[in-house]
Each structure stands twice: as structure tokens, then as C-alpha cells.
């Protein structure tokens, strides 16, 4: 059937609850239409509390708030910054924007995330040739939360500080603790496909007041007190716009549900897919809560078909699947970067690169959108099976 029969699905779209609309009529109301203002102050009080914080900082995106805690971690021109490689090309961005150098260690297996055995090789490698990096950079895909334990002592026992990017994972938890709050920085991102959006923006959390004061003044271009505009440092214009901190604070409300409704879509999934040979679940690692933002799988060797396969079919069906994203090593904008793999032999990242594949897991999802994906990826890797329909 071609594609434009049926209704597209997409990966991860905007949910809106309905109480945005008021907040954002209040702003008009108001004439709080400029960047800061009462929701701006809401919204990061709001979060801040939720994830258990000291202080919060709502700014332009998550990009826009990785590049700050860099810049508050003095990262500069020739500076070392080590970085997740399996992520969004927006984690490693800043890096370059500092003139630093990106240096890439690979996933483990049990949480697809930074591998601190790679960490140790890279950190004893650094310590050695007397280049410490100026910042570890670890991320929790699609909600996972990495093996923070591990990699925040051997942050410590290094001396270098930790910046989490929780882009994905805003509403996850590790051990009854927020995810994005274990680093001396956090961030979150309120992209339109993220669990709870402000169609464009991000949140710069710390428990460090006085730098989080730092990170609003560079936000704001910088601006000296003085009642001229004079200026001592390059500065940004990075700040959240008071009418966008509203849809912030009415999606930030919902998160809860959030999180059960794409919890619940993997969950279904999982359960109805579990008789296909060769499906392997991203993992979630004990002690932890993912957000499960998207649901994610690789292919095995025993499987009846390959991603691209899979990927051709959601894409015939009008349905949004993605691929696992490309490890950024493999990346053409890092060329030369070093890479540490998880073990000498083992090159996690890339093995789920090729085998990994993301399924559509908004939470405004309906079930019969869900039994089309279901049903598409039965068609494609459980051919000539009992019980296929
Ligand atoms: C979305 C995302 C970002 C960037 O967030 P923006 O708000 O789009 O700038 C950073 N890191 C990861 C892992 C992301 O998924």
C-alpha cells in the first residue's frame, strides 16, 4: 500500500495537556513577552524541585545550556573534553564551539552508555601524559540512565568534574535520584520530540548557586553592573523566552504521566513482540528508571532481517522509525578525534549502530497506531510464522 494511505506515526511528537494554552494566555495577558519574566522564574523553580536541585537555569536549548556548563568549567582552546560517542551530534557540538578537543569513549553493554572501563583506559592515558580532560561529558540515551556509581568516582578520584547531559532522560531516575543531577552540571532539553517539550528550549541544572548565577549573567550577554551596557566578557544570548517557560511549566506538571505512558508503550512492545527471534530490548539496568523516551532494540544474528529491512517497511507504512544514532567518532565532523572502545576487543557503539533501531513511543501514542508498528514488525521479521496476521 503506499505510504500516503495511512496517517504518518511519528517517532516521538509534542503532548500537549491543555493547561499550556492558559499559561501562555497569562504571559499575553500579562505583556510578558520578552525573555525572562514570572513563567521563566516558575518554570526553573518548578524543576529544580522536581529533580531536586539547588538551582536551575532556563535557556534557549539543550545545546545552548551544555555550551555554558563548558564554558563554567573553563573548557578553552587546545582543552581535552571527553564525551559519550553514541549520541546526538548536540552533545560533542560545544566541545568545537570552545576550540576544544572532543575525545570519544564507547557504550557498555548493560546500559548502552558510556563504558567506564573505556573512562579508566582514557583517564590513566590523560594522567600519563599530563593532559587531564576539563570535563566528562556522559549521556543517558533514550532515558537510560548510564552506570553513574562507577563513573562519578572515577571522576573524583581524577579530579574531573562531570556534566550529564539528561537531554533524553529528564523524569528517569538512578538509585531514587534524579538523572541529570549527579554531575557538578546537568541539562535537559525541551526540543518538540523530547518527553516534555517548550517546542524549543533547555535547562541548565546545578548544585552549585553561585556558578548557576554565572551561567544567567553569561546568558544574558554578559552584562556588567553598571548602568551603561559595558561588557568584560563574551557573553550569550541564550535565555528562555517568558511565553515558551509557560508551555514549560504546564508540560512539567505532566511529566509523571509522561514517563508511565512511554514506559507503558515499551512495555507493550516488549510483550508483543517477545516471540520474534533475534529482538534484544534495550536494557534497562537494575536500580534504575527509564523514561523508556524511545523504545529502542537491536536485531541479533537469529533475526528473519536486517534494520534496513525493518526500516524500509515503517518507512513504506508511513511510520517513523530511526535508526541508533551514529556514533560520533564515525562522524565526518569529528575526523581525528581518539576513540576508546569498552574493552581491546569490543567496539560496543558500533555494533549497535548497525543493529539498533528507535520505534515510534510518544506518549499520545493510541493503540491502534501501536498495533500498526507491532504488526509491521511482525510482516518483516516473523515471515511465514503461526499466528501472524
Ligand atoms: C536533543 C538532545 C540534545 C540537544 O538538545 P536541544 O534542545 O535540541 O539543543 C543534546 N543531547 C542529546 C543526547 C539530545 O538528544
Not at 563548558?70 to 564525551?83: E, I, N, P, S, W
Not at 507504512?317 to 576513540?339: D, M, S
Amino acid at each position: 500500500m503506499p505510504a500516503s494511505d495511512k496517517p504518518k506515526i511519528y517517532l516521538s511528537s509534542p503532548h500537549m495537556s491543555g493547561k499550556e494554552r492558559d499559561y501562555v494566555t497569562e504571559a499575553f495577558d500579562s505583556n510578558w513577552i520578552a525573555p525572562l519574566g514570572p513563567h521563566v522564574d516558575a518554570f526553573e523553580k518548578e524543576l529544580a524541585a522536581f529533580v531536586d536541585v539547588e538551582a536551575a537555569a532556563a535557556v534557549s536549548s539543550g545545546t545552548a545550556a551544555l555550551h555554558l556548563a563548558l564554558r563554567l568549567l573553563g573548557v578553552t582552546k587546545g582543552d581535552q573534553v571527553f564525551c559519550s560517542t553514541l549520541t546526538f551530534v548536540a552533545s560533542a557540538n560545544p566541545i568545537l564551539y570552545q576550540g576544544a578537543e572532543p575525545v570519544f569513549l564507547d557504550s557498555e553493554p548493560g546500559t548502552w552508555n558510556l563504558s567506564p572501563s573505556a573512562l579508566e583506559r582514557a583517564l590513566q592515558d590523560a594522567k600519563r601524559s599530563g593532559r587531564l580532560p576539563k570535563a566528562v561529558i556522559v549521556v543517558n540515551l533514550y532515558g537510560q540512565s548510564a552506570r553513574m556509581d562507577e563513573i562519578v568516582a572515577l571522576c573524583r578520584s581524577y579530579g574531573v568534574p562531570l556534566v550529564e547531559d539528561a537531554a533524553e532522560s529528564l523524569g528517569s531516575e538512578y538509585r531514587g535520584k534524579a538523572s541529570g543531577t549527579f554531575g557538578t552540571f546537568g541539562i535537559y532539553s525541551f526540543n518538540g520530540n523530547k518527553i516534555i517539550t517548550t517546542s524549543g528550549g533547555g535547562m541548565l541544572v546545578s548544585n552549585d548557586a553561585e556558578a548557576m548565577g554565572k551561567a544567567r549573567f553569561l546568558a544574558t550577554q554578559a552584562r556588567d553592573p553598571a548602568p551603561h551596557y559595558q561588557h568584560s566578557e563574551t557573553g550569550y544570548n541564550y535565555r528562555m523566552s517568558n511565553v515558551l517557560a509557560g508551555i514549560g511549566r504546564a508540560q512539567l506538571e505532566v511529566l509523571p504521566e509522561r514517563v508511565n505512558a512511554r514506559r507503558a508503550v515499551f512495555e507493550r512492545y516488549r510483550r508483543e513482540l517477545a516471540s520474534v527471534p533475534g529482538i534484544r530490548f534495550m536494557p534497562e539496568l537494575e536500580g534504575t528508571r527509564s523514561n523508556r523516551w524511545l523504545t529502542a532494540l537491536t536485531l541479533e544474528e537469529e533475526a528473519e532481517g536486517t534494520v534496513q529491512d525493518l526500516l524500509g517497511m515503517m518507512a513504506e507504512e508511513n511510520i517513523e522509525a530511526r535508526p541508533v544514532w551514529k556514533p560520533l567518532h564515525l562522524q565526518p565532523v569529528f575526523r581525528g578525534a581518539r576513540y576508546y572502545t569498552h574493552t581491546e576487543k569490543e567496539n560496543v557503539a558500533e555494533r549497535l549502530f548497525e543493529r539498533g533501531i528507535c520505534l515510534p513511543s510518544g506518549s499520545n501514542m493510541s493503540e491502534p497506531d501501536q498495533t500498526r508498528v507491532i504488526e509491521c514488525v511482525l510482516r518483516t521479521l516473523a515471515r511465514g510464522r503461526a499466528g501472524v496476521r
